[in-house]
Nanobody, 122 residues
């Protein structure tokens, strides 16, 4: 089992920044890949970014490249999503997830956090 707890969401003006955190626990979480996804009202859940615990390889959706940065702190068992230059279209519930491979596919991530709301006002 892997447990994931997100924090750091909130309300921010366009152009602002937020940092999301995901605290991971469980016997084998360090063997997983950690991903961030988001879901806006009426939309499907979409991939945002992912990182491997072992060597820090990353992957991003094109719409956030250059604005968002995913990182991990192995000592704290925490993954971060630094979001800069936020846009109203970034508004969504953001979820942390753990999966076996570095992939954008939602269905391959087996463990999920409860989500944290990010709202970007124009």
């Amino acid at each position: 089992q892997v447990q994931l707890v997100e924090s750091g969401g909130g309300l921010v003006q366009a152009g602002g920044s937020l940092r999301l955190s995901c605290a991971a626990s469980g016997r084998t979480f360090s063997t997983y890949v950690m991903g961030w996804f988001r879901q806006a009202p009426g939309e499907e859940r979409e991939f945002v970014a992912a990182i491997t615990w072992s060597d820090g390889r990353t992957n991003y959706v094109d719409s956030v490249k250059g604005r968002f940065t995913i990182s991990r702190d192995n000592a704290k068992n925490t993954v971060y999503l630094q979001m800069n230059s936020l846009k109203p279209e970034d508004t969504a519930v953001y979820y942390c997830a753990a999966g076996p491979v570095l992939t954008t596919r939602v269905g391959l991530y087996g463990y999920w956090g409860q989500g944290t709301q990010v709202t970007v006002s124009s």
